[in-house]
């Protein structure tokens, strides 16, 4: 065992943990394997994580992001699925024909890129999707609803560059 240089008691060893979390890529709170020993300390629970245990730790954590971004993207497809064909939506999404059936099944991983852009056009899907459908429609000019650049308070109250 090992002295903490928390609390200064020596309760140092590895041990596993249940509702541990971690930041990973893009999830601040990415669950942490119950049965993954990670030194800490018995009396203030301060977990010190060595170059050896991160080591060890990076596979696991690989192969949790994974299986999240799969999840993920099955619960994002079922809500989706509820308002357009899957086909649809490939082809909305510029996906090869079966990829998100595929993913579906589980039978491959998922970018977060992906997941992210499943995940915001589950907010409010049939306005999303709309808006989705209504921005590939229009010209390359034309998609902006906010002009680029906006007019002065001086040019606003003076009337000028209108």
Same mark, same amino acid.
């Given at each position: ?9 020596? *309760? ?10 971690? =930041? ?37 954590? #690989?192969?949790?992001?994974? *299986? ?24 909305? @999404? ?8 595929? @993913? ?12 992210? #852009?499943?995940? @915001? ?9 709309? =808006? ?21 308070? =001086? ?8």
């Amino acid at each position: 065992m090992r002295k903490c240089i928390r609390c200064g008691v020596k *309760a140092v060893k590895p041990r596993t943990g249940k509702g541990r979390t971690t =930041r990973y890529r893009t999830m601040p709170f990415l669950p942490i394997p119950d049965a993954v020993l990670i030194p800490a300390c018995a009396s203030c629970g301060s977990e010190y994580l060595d170059e050896k245990t991160c080591e060890e730790l990076s596979p696991l954590l #690989h192969t949790v992001y994974l *299986a999240c971004l799969r999840t993920r993207v099955r619960l994002a497809l079922d809500i989706l699925s509820q308002h357009i064909p899957q086909r649809h939506l490939e082809q909305l @999404l510029g996906l090869s024909q079966g990829y998100l059936s595929r @993913l579906r099944a589980g039978a491959g991983n998922p970018s977060p890129e992906l997941v992210s #852009h499943l995940a @915001l056009l589950c907010d409010d899907a049939p306005r999303s999707l709309e =808006r989705l459908q209504r921005f590939w429609a229009l010209p390359d000019e034309g998609w902006l609803t906010v002009p680029i650049s906006r007019p002065s308070r =001086r040019e606003i109250q003076t009337g000028e560059g209108t």
